[in-house]
């Protein structure tokens, strides 16, 4: 009856250890990252690639339906498309595409240049058309000249209900 006994204890135990290690391994496959990124002339898109590699994450490029060209980007033309974006702090440029599978990440990395100082409209073009409810959103961004904690502070403003955690320059 003891040998029973102790059978019966030692399945319980290695049992509740089976289920503890299933659950540990299943949590830590739930936690994906990806990094989502919009690049005007590829600087944005390598550092991406860079943070992709180092995060072990998924990426996702925000395309913008009309492709930028250089006069478009040209920021001294005060009627160039992105400084007309720029003034315009409602401006929504269509993306291409949305991230489909959005759902399965816990931590996202959105990258962009800085434009005057701050993130491109964009970018809120994506925010506003996916659901980022209980995920962790960083930010990253290259720039020139510019610092990317304005730009994240601006994100943090314009989207308080979401989660945001580190912010990192990455020229």
């Known amino acids: 009856m003891k040998q029973i006994?102790?059978?019966?204890a030692i399945c319980c135990l290695l049992?509740?250890?089976?289920?503890?290690?299933k659950q540990a391994k299943e949590n830590t496959e739930m936690k994906k990252t990806l990094v989502v990124?919009?690049?005007?002339t590829g600087t944005t898109k390598a550092a991406a690639q860079r943070l992709a590699k180092e995060k072990n994450a998924d990426l996702f490029e925000i395309v913008p339906e009309k492709p930028y060209?250089?006069?478009?980007?040209?920021?001294?033309?005060?009627?160039?498309?992105?400084?007309l974006e720029m003034k315009d702090k409602s401006s929504r440029p269509a993306?291409?595409?949305?991230?489909?599978?959005?759902?399965?990440?816990?931590?996202?990395?959105?990258g962009?240049?800085?434009?005057?100082?701050?993130?491109?409209?964009?970018?809120?073009?994506?925010?506003?058309?996916h659901d980022l409810s209980g995920k962790?959103?960083?930010?990253?961004?290259?720039?020139?000249?510019?610092?990317?904690?304005?730009?994240?502070?601006?994100?943090?403003?314009?989207?308080?209900?979401?989660?945001?955690g580190e912010s990192r320059l990455m020229n």
């Open 95 to 110: 993306i291409k595409n949305t991230c489909p599978n959005i759902a399965d990440y816990d931590t996202i990395w959105i």
């Open 112 to 129: 962009f240049p800085v434009w005057w100082y701050t993130a491109p409209t964009i970018i809120n073009t994506f925010i506003e058309a």
């Open 15 to 21: 049992s509740g250890a089976y289920a503890q290690n």
């Open 69 to 83: 060209t250089a006069a478009d980007l040209n920021w001294r033309d005060k009627q160039s498309r992105s400084t």
């Open 136 to 164: 962790v959103l960083n930010v990253f961004a290259t720039s020139g000249g510019s610092g990317v904690e304005g730009s994240a502070k601006d994100l943090k403003k314009a989207y308080p209900q979401y989660t945001w």
């Open 37 to 40: 990124y919009f690049s005007a």
């Open 5 to 8: 006994t102790l059978i019966i």
